[in-house]
Structures are given as structure tokens and as C-alpha cells.
């Protein structure tokens, strides 16, 4: 065995000496939270992209034209660059009032003052005051503050509702600032790299950049064995159609920015230009971010979760709501990409239950105690997988030290793992020495949308065997009878009994679940499918 083949095929994978980058791309990180990794990934899908420093090739559409995907997949040392836009007056107007006092720069309160001027002079207003209307703005924009409640105004990430919110990381030298006695505002700018820094990665810390490129490996190349793979899964013919997949998903991404939110994008744009010359600084064309890479091997999962996206985008949802079940799908698609690599990597033999697709089992419980405890263990298990994986010989050399090693297991292995799952409620209690698998009603909202297309059916013996086929996760029957094996655990015959109640309550309570018979229960899926055509527009070249 030896290190894991990447992709895009660089060079710079050797100068990293932690083995949880080397071994599940670069990168999953404990401090990035769940809105922000969904954020990122939505910033490279709705950024000006090009594959290389060849400037004439850049591309908007969501995902890269399939013919450069393809040309990438043969190069070596090429990234994808993308530029997200900084938008710095636009945080300034929403969020320096939610900034804490002691971040707060005198030239940033200036420049404040500035807009509110500018702005106060073309409000028209025959029966406000223009200081209310401008009040009212500010508080409107200031409700879609996201993630970092604590950090700087413009360190802060919006609620990503819109592509408009979606905004690059920015970060305020205030060491550097302070030693200024005389600085202003636009010799701030001009000297950004100085005064402000956008490609540190602290927040925004590469996780989404990582799960945009497992799409792109997927997309890059057919010769993997996807339709043996997609059978064995139970997809559907025109799903494991990667053209059919590639064009629906393009669709669905640039559904995203919903017509509802035209007015709202036009106010903020509005914003944001009031200061022309600040904003032409900020987003010099030259400037753009990097992504780096993510195991080649991935495609597999990476398959498993464009279906899932498919099938959420393509579903009519409210635009909230729709965001609420993508950072579900995020966190899921994370966790499953520690788990399978995993199983690639970790130097030990498996018990002899097979798993998921994807060789891992995820045992989940809500109030059966016997169930509750053997999800604990399952857990555990699955701990222990990961933190075997990142010590696998061939991803620790010489050059690399037992601090490298606990950074891996604490920062992006198996602590990452129990830590993201936690904040989405998937592993529960928050507090406690024996966590578990938790189900809850979000995540089996978002279950159905991604295993069930719109308007679709099944039976529930035939959902257990798919909930178990994409994610690992057992509930009951044949499932839980192998994910208990898999654990290295003894086959209990009293799991294997039909414990259908809290499992199929929880589905009955959603209006997911239909009871023809004591033997015959359909799961459907009740949700609509979005109104727009989705076949027949293919993507051009450099869209």
C-alpha cells in the first residue's frame, strides 16, 4: 500500500507531514463550522472559475465544462482557481454593529460613516426620515449574519440564502493596524495583503473546497466501473447517467438563486457600491483562491452524494429550508468520506459483516436502551477505524512527529469526526461520556428527500436496504443484524426481531410512512418536484 492517488495529480501533497490530510485530502477541519462548510462549497459553485492560470478559459456555470474536467484528470500540477467576491462594504453596513467593541478599528467607524452619508443622500422618502430608512436597511441585513458572532465585522459569514451573501474569507491584521498611528481607510485597502488577509483558511478552512472537488473527480473521468456501482447501490438508469447527473445538477445549483430574492440582490448590490472605488480594490481580477485536493478514489462517495444533491435541489422546498437540509447533507457527506477512506486505509482486518456500499456501518437508536447501547459501540468502532487509518505506515514517514499525529487525530480524524456529528445532531448527547448515533426528525427529512425522488415510493423493507446502501446507517432487520457484525460485536438474535416502533413513529409523524397492511408499509416521498426543465441543456465548453 502507499499514499492515497489524488486529484487533481499535484506535487505539493508530499510537503504536507500530517497523514489525516494525506490520507483524507486537504481539507476537513474541526474549527470550521457547519454553515461555513457549506458556504465555501457554495462559493466555488457560484464563483468565476478556471482550471490552471490560463485566463481565457474561465467558466460560471456551477461545475467545470466536462471536457476540462476530463483534460484536467490527465494533467499533473494543475488547481482550480476560483475568485469569490470580498465585498467588504457591504459587511461593513451589516455587520460592524454586531462586531464585539474591542475589534472595532477607528478607520472602520470612518468609513461606516461614509456609506451612511452617501446612502442618507439618495434615499427618497415622503414619510420617513431617511435616517429611519437607512436604520431599517441596516437591521435588515444585519438579520443574515451567519456564522462568527464573535470575531470581526468582516471575519463574519452570511447565511449563504443567496449567492449575493456568499462572500470570501476576510481577516483583520489588528497587530499590524495598531502600530499605524495615521492609517485611513483607503491606504488600508490599497495595501490589502497588509491590512487584511483572504487566503489564511482559518474559517473558511477548505472542507467545502474539498467536497467540491470530489464532484469534479467523479465527473472527470467514466472508466471507474460507475454503472457496476450504481447497480449495486439500486440506482436508477438515468441517474447513473453521469451526463444526464452533470446537467441536472448545474440546473439545480443555478436554481438556487431563487427570482424570489431579486430585489433583495439589487439592494445589496446597491450597498455595496456606494463606495465604487473600495469595491473595484477589493475584487481585483488578478486575485482568486486555490482548491487543493481530494483522494481520487472518492468518486465513489462523491457518486453517492451528487444523487443526494440531485434529488434536494430538484425538490420544490422553501429556499431556508432547503439550506437547512444542505449543511445536513454536508456534514453526512463529510462523515462518510472519513468513514470510507478509512476502510481503505486502516491496517487491520474488518469483522466479518460487509457494511454499506462503502464497506462502513453507522448503527443508529433514538429510545431502545439495548439498541441505544449497541450504537454506542458501533461508535466507538467506528472511531477506532478512522484513528487506525491515519496510522497507517505508508502516510508516516520519518519527517513526521507524534505532534503531527495528535494534531491529525484531534483536528481532522477521529475527534473531527464525533465533533461535526455532534453539531448536526447525528451523534448525541452533546455532553457525555457515551455518545451514540442519534436520529432525529431533521435528519430523516432530509433522508427521504435524498434517497426518495419527488413524488416517489417505496416499500419500507426496500428504503431500510437504501438508507443502509448510501450511508451505513441500520435501523432494523438484515441491516442491523451486518452492521452488528461489523462492529466486531455478537450477533444478539433479539436485534434482529422486528423493532419497527420508534423508527417508523418517527416516520409516521413526518407523513413519510404509509401502512397498507401489517406486513406492507410504503415510504413516500410527498415533496413536489421543482418547476423547471431539467433535460435537454447540455453545457457548453466554457459555458
Known amino acids: 500500500m502507499s499514499l492515497p492517488p489524488i486529484f487533481p495529480k499535484l506535487n505539493t501533497i508530499n510537503e504536507y507531514k500530517n497523514p489525516a490530510i494525506r490520507l483524507f485530502g486537504n481539507r476537513f477541519f474541526i474549527d470550521q463550522t ?38 484536467w484528470f490527465r494533467s499533473t500540477d494543475y488547481k482550480l482557481y476560483y475568485k469569490p467576491s470580498v465585498k467588504l462594504n457591504l459587511k461593513l453596513f451589516s455587520l460592524f454593529c454586531t462586531s464585539p467593541l474591542d ?22 422618502s415622503s414619510n420617513r426620515k431617511n435616517e429611519e430608512v437607512r436604520e431599517c436597511l441596516e437591521d435588515l441585513f444585519m438579520g443574515f449574519q451567519g ?36 492609517l485611513d481607510w483607503y491606504e488600508s485597502i490599497n495595501d490589502f495583503p497588509k491590512y487584511f488577509g483572504k487566503t489564511k483558511h482559518i474559517f473558511l478552512s477548505r472542507g467545502g473546497e474539498l467536497l467540491y472537488l470530489q464532484l469534479c ?37 443555478e436554481g438556487l438563486d431563487d427570482a424570489l430574492f431579486a430585489p433583495l440582490n439589487k439592494l445589496a448590490d ?17 486575485e482568486g483562491m486555490t ?3 481530494c483522494p481520487e478514489e472518492s468518486w465513489q462517495e462523491a457518486f453517492l452524494y451528487a444523487i443526494e444533491l440531485n434529488r434536494v435541489l430538484n425538490t420544490s422546498l422553501d429556499p431556508v429550508e432547503r ?34 456500499a462503502l464497506g462502513y456501518a453507522w448503527i443508529f437508536s433514538h429510545t431502545d436502551r439495548k439498541q441505544k447501547l449497541i450504537s454506542r459501540r458501533n461508535l466507538q468502532f467506528n472511531l477506532r477505524l478512522i484513528q487506525r487509518a491515519i496510522h497507517n505506515e505508508d502516510l508516516i514517514n520519518d519527517t513526521v512527529t507524534e505532534r503531527d499525529i495528535g494534531r491529525a487525530e484531534n483536528k481532522h480524524g477521529h475527534k473531527f469526526f464525533r465533533t461535526i ?26 433522508l427521504i428527500l435524498a434517497l426518495l425522488p419527488p413524488e416517489e415510493s417505496c416499500q419500507y423493507k426496500d428504503f431500510l436496504k437504501r438508507l443502509y446502501r448510501h450511508f451505513g446507517i441500520a435501523i432494523e432487520g438484515e441491516e442491523l443484524a451486518d452492521a452488528v457484525l461489523w462492529s466486531g460485536l455478537p450477533n444478539n438474535c433479539s436485534l434482529n426481531e422486528d423493532r419497527r416502533n420508534w423508527f417508523t413513529e418517527m416516520l409516521r409523524a413526518g407523513g413519510f410512512l404509509t401502512e397498507l397492511s401489517d406486513n406492507c408499509s410504503i415510504v413516500r416521498n410527498p415533496f413536489s418536484k421543482r418547476n423547471n426543465e431539467m433535460a435537454g441543456d447540455d453545457y457548453e465548453i466554457y459555458g
Not at 468609513?111 to 452617501?118: A, D, E, F, G, N
Not at 446597491?270 to 488578478?286: G, S
Not at 462523515?335 to 454499506?356: E, H, N
Open 34 to 71: 457547519v454553515l461555513e462548510l457549506l458556504a465555501e462549497f457554495l462559493a466555488v459553485v457560484y464563483s468565476e472559475k478556471n482550471i490552471g492560470k490560463d485566463m481565457d478559459k474561465i467558466f460560471y456555470q456551477p461545475l467545470p465544462p466536462l471536457n476540462e474536467l476530463q483534460r
Open 103 to 124: 475589534k472595532r478599528h477607528q478607520i472602520h467607524e470612518v468609513q461606516l460613516r461614509t456609506l451612511r452619508r452617501v446612502l442618507d443622500g439618495k434615499i427618497v
Open 147 to 182: 456564522a462568527g458572532s464573535e470575531r470581526t465585522w468582516c471575519a463574519k459569514t452570511f447565511y449563504p440564502l443567496t449567492p449575493t451573501f456568499i462572500t470570501q474569507e476576510t481577516l483583520w491584521n489588528e497587530t499590524v493596524a495598531r502600530k499605524e498611528e495615521e
Open 217 to 253: 473527480n467523479l465527473f472527470a473521468s467514466e472508466d471507474r466501473g460507475i454503472a457496476s456501482f450504481a447497480e449495486n447501490v439500486g440506482i436508477g438508469t438515468q441517474e447513473k447517467d453521469l451526463y444526464y447527473l452533470y446537467n441536472s445538477l448545474n440546473k439545480g445549483f
Open 270 to 286: 446597491f450597498i455595496e457600491n456606494l463606495d465604487p472605488e473600495t469595491h473595484e480594490t477589493t475584487n481585483r481580477k488578478e
Open 291 to 293: 482548491c487543493d485536493w
Open 323 to 356: 439550506l437547512e437540509l444542505l449543511q445536513m447533507g454536508c456534514v453526512l457527506q463529510v462523515m462518510r468520506s472519513l468513514c470510507a477512506q478509512s476502510v481503505r486505509y486502516a491496517d487491520v482486518p474488518l469483522p466479518k459483516g460487509r457494511g454499506g
Open 421 to 446: 456529528g455532534k453539531r448536526q445532531g447525528i451523534i448525541g448527547p452533546w455532553r457525555g461520556a457515551e455518545p451514540r448515533f442519534s436520529m432525529t426528525d431533521r435528519l430523516i427529512r432530509y
